[in-house]
């Protein structure tokens, strides 16, 4: 069982920057593939950025690639998103999620979610 707890969220302006960070329980953390996720308003809750369990392999959701970079410390059982030069659609709820696998842009494939942490970007 692992337990995801995001913090770092926030009202931003357009092209300002936010890091979220993912607090992890359990011992076994370096065993996780970790992701992030956002939920807009009235939209489905999509991809944004996911890293391997030894964190050195990312992948990144187009919309956000060269803007965003997803970190990890194993020692510290946290993931990170640097979100940088944001948008207002980037306005969302953004969610942690862990997964024993790849990384990957498949929600399914994520077996434990964080509540969420609000982000909001204004123009």
């Known amino acids: 069982q692992v337990q995801l707890v995001e913090s770092g969220g926030g009202l931003v302006q357009a092209g300002g920057s936010l890091r979220l960070s993912c607090a992890a329980s359990?011992?076994?953390?370096?065993?996780?593939?970790m992701g992030w996720f956002r939920q807009g308003p009235g939209k489905e809750r999509e991809f944004v950025a996911a890293i391997s369990g030894s964190g050195d392999s990312t992948v990144y959701a187009n919309s956000v690639n060269g803007r965003f970079t997803i970190s990890r410390v194993n020692a510290k059982n946290t993931v990170n998103l640097l979100m940088n030069s944001l948008k207002p659609e980037d306005t969302a709820v953004y969610y942690c999620a862990a997964g024993a696998a790849d990384p990957t842009r498949t929600r399914g494939w994520y077996d434990y979610w964080g509540q969420g942490t609000q982000v909001t970007v204004s123009s």
């Open positions: 359990g011992r076994t953390f370096r065993n996780y593939a």
